[in-house]
């Protein structure tokens, strides 16, 4: 599976857009990025996922460049519940085992 | 739907015990992963069950073993426990291998 790469934390007021980028610049076509959450010590939470073109759902939109080496998470008017580690992993989606690789994430603070 | 549920919530054990956890996936689902969050890290992946077999397996010595039983269910053994082992444990489970994976709410472990 390709690495990803994350900065380390970031800050968003409440009710603004929250931008969370991540680059994996070694991935592979069959390779899917997908966006988890972690809520202090919970487990983590599906947020969404894409292969090449962007994605919204509920809860966000995953915009995906062009050439697939990097991607952005944009949470559109951020909450204090909102504030979490996200993680961006990039997965192989077949029929066959396929782990989930973690790094260290992205530590969101939403503040008032 | 009851979603992914994990036993216990919480145990203490002393170094050189050895431990169990359990695992119900999400109704439908019949792949489970098993995953180790130390402290401050994201989640290592540790192995991967579909129809009772092990599948794929992470970087994680032979003291670490798992079970999956007909209906599913999972259970992860821990033998010989470190003090490094302290973890929180986290199931996820998904309909097939490789496809989208709900986690719990993980099982902290403490070993004294």
């Known amino acids: 599976d390709a690495k990803t790469t994350q900065p380390p934390s970031m800050d968003c007021a409440e009710g603004r857009a929250a931008n969370l980028p991540c680059n994996h610049s070694?991935?592979?076509?069959?390779?899917?990025v997908y966006w988890y959450r972690q809520i202090h010590s919970q487990g983590p939470q599906y947020i969404i996922h894409g292969l090449k073109n962007n994605e919204t759902n509920e809860m966000a939109s995953l915009i995906i460049t062009e050439d697939r080496k990097s991607s952005t998470l944009i949470l559109p008017h951020a909450t204090l519940r909102d504030t979490a580690v996200y993680y961006c992993i990039v997965r192989v989606a077949t029929g066959t085992a396929s782990k989930l690789t973690f790094g260290t994430g992205t530590r969101l603070q939403v503040t008032l | 739907d009851a979603g992914v549920t994990q036993s216990p919530t919480h145990l203490i054990k002393t170094r050189g015990q050895q431990v169990t956890l359990r695992c119900s996936p999400k109704s439908g689902h019949d792949t489970v992963s098993w995953y180790q969050q130390a402290l401050g890290q994201g989640p290592q992946f540790i192995f991967q069950?579909?129809?009772?077999?092990?599948?794929q397996r992470g970087n994680f010595p032979d003291r670490f073993s798992g079970h999956q039983f007909p209906n599913y269910s999972s259970e992860l053994n821990v033998n010989a426990l470190l003090l490094g082992d302290s973890a929180l444990y986290l199931c996820?489970?998904?309909?097939?291998?490789?496809?989208?994976?709900?986690f719990g709410p993980g099982t902290r472990l403490t070993v004294t």
């Open positions: 996820a489970s998904s309909l097939r291998m490789g496809e989208l994976e709900y």
């Open positions: 069950y579909y129809e009772e077999e092990e599948r």
């Open positions: 070694t991935i592979s076509g069959n390779e899917y």
